[in-house]
């Protein structure tokens, strides 16, 4: 129900947009979120935003860097990823709560989320 697309491989300074489409059933109402795991470690939080994207709150490791975004017409959620560096090579995985109309700072655990997707490769070289 939640497909990612957009990742690559790219080089260090460089930027991505991160796509991730709803199929089947609509999250308009929902808080969204990006997530990714980096090999050997768990799954950190990245990016929240509200269910009207008003609202939104990053990992202080990517604040100044990444832009969350929503367009609830198309029913897809983004991630601009800018600045680029070797670190933040992981999987990218976008990610739905359950309808809330909740400030986005409440939605930084994975716990919280209902609907995943099945990630998207992003790999910055040196």
């Known amino acids: 129900q939640l497909l990612e697309s957009g990742g690559g491989l790219v080089q260090a300074g460089g930027s991505l947009r991160l796509s991730c489409a709803a199929s089947?059933?609509?999250?308009?109402?929902?808080?969204m979120g990006w997530f990714r795991q980096a090999p050997g470690k768990e799954r950190e939080f990245v990016a929240a935003i509200s269910w009207s994207g008003g609202d939104t709150h990053y990992a202080d490791s990517v604040k100044g860097r990444f832009t969350i975004s929503r367009d609830n017409a198309k029913n897809t959620m983004y991630l601009q990823i800018d600045s680029l560096k070797p670190e933040d090579t992981a999987v990218y995985y976008c990610?739905?709560?359950?309808?809330?109309?909740?400030?986005?700072?409440?939605?930084?655990?994975?716990?919280?989320?209902?609907?995943w997707g099945q990630g998207t490769q992003v790999t910055v070289s040196s």
């Open positions: 089947g059933r609509t999250f308009s109402a929902s808080p």
């Open positions: 990610a739905a709560a359950p309808t809330s109309r909740s400030a986005a700072y409440r939605y930084t655990e994975h716990a919280l989320y209902k609907y």
